[in-house]
T-cell receptor, first 113, second 111 residues
């Protein structure tokens, strides 16, 4: 089966600019996660969707980050405006349901200069 | 929310030795505990997982143990090989099924 697809793979932007990431989960997976992984740290959950509803967005900086999962399939994560500390790899993952194996995409490496 | 602590942050062993990584969790409702391996520049990949109705699970050289009372679980790798060198993450999934990761353990296996 096809894996989790993410784009772009790399992005360099200046601070205060905006950026968007796209994720296409594995077909049939109801749960979709967005994680932020700063170099040398574990993945930090930003937002979790169950179909098109939000399960947890408690760690999403809502003044600058937004995410949506229209129609319960693809998802986009947006940052506006970006800060230097947003430099990280943004990982999308999906699973059949919650409490099941999460499959990760290749990630998008964001550098804010 | 869930909080997962992982120790040690780095672990160096000789090839053939065993390696043990330990994690604790805070949410007593957590019932799913996966372990992921992440090689440099690559995505995390599941290597083994355990559910709260099981105390131990083995898969060849890898085993995971779970102590629900103490709220901790451990990864055991026997007969380590250089290709086991990577960062290992534990995670816990709780009552709301949010998947929370530990900070990771860098395992270095020297030939």
């Amino acid at each position: 089966e096809a894996g989790v697809a993410q784009s772009p793979r790399y992005k360099i932007i200046e601070k205060r600019q905006s950026v968007a990431f796209w994720c296409n989960p594995i077909s049939g997976h109801a749960t979709l996660y967005w994680y932020q992984q700063i170099l040398g740290q574990g993945p930090k959950l930003l937002i979790q969707f169950q179909n098109n509803g939000v399960v947890d967005d408690s760690q999403l900086p809502k003044d600058r980050f937004s995410a949506e999962r229209l129609k319960g399939v693809d998802s986009t994560l947006k940052i506006q405006p970006a800060k230097l500390e947003d430099s990280a790899v943004y990982l999308c993952a999906s699973s059949l349901t919650g409490n099941a194996e999460a499959f990760f995409g290749q990630g998008t490496r964001l550098t804010v200069v | 929310g869930e909080n997962v602590e992982q120790h040690p942050s780095t672990l160096s062993v000789q090839e053939g030795d065993s390696a043990v990584i330990k994690c604790t969790y805070s949410d007593s409702a957590s019932n799913y505990f996966p372990w992921y391996k992440q090689e440099l520049g690559k995505r995390p990949q599941l290597i083994i997982d355990i559910r709260s109705n099981v105390g131990e699970k083995k898969d060849q050289r890898i085993a995971v143990t779970l102590n629900k009372t103490a709220k901790h679980f451990s990864l055991h790798i026997t007969e380590t090989q250089p290709e086991d060198s990577a960062v290992y993450f534990c995670a816990a999934s709780g009552g709301y099924s949010t998947l929370t990761f530990g900070k990771g353990t860098m395992l270095l296996v020297s030939p």
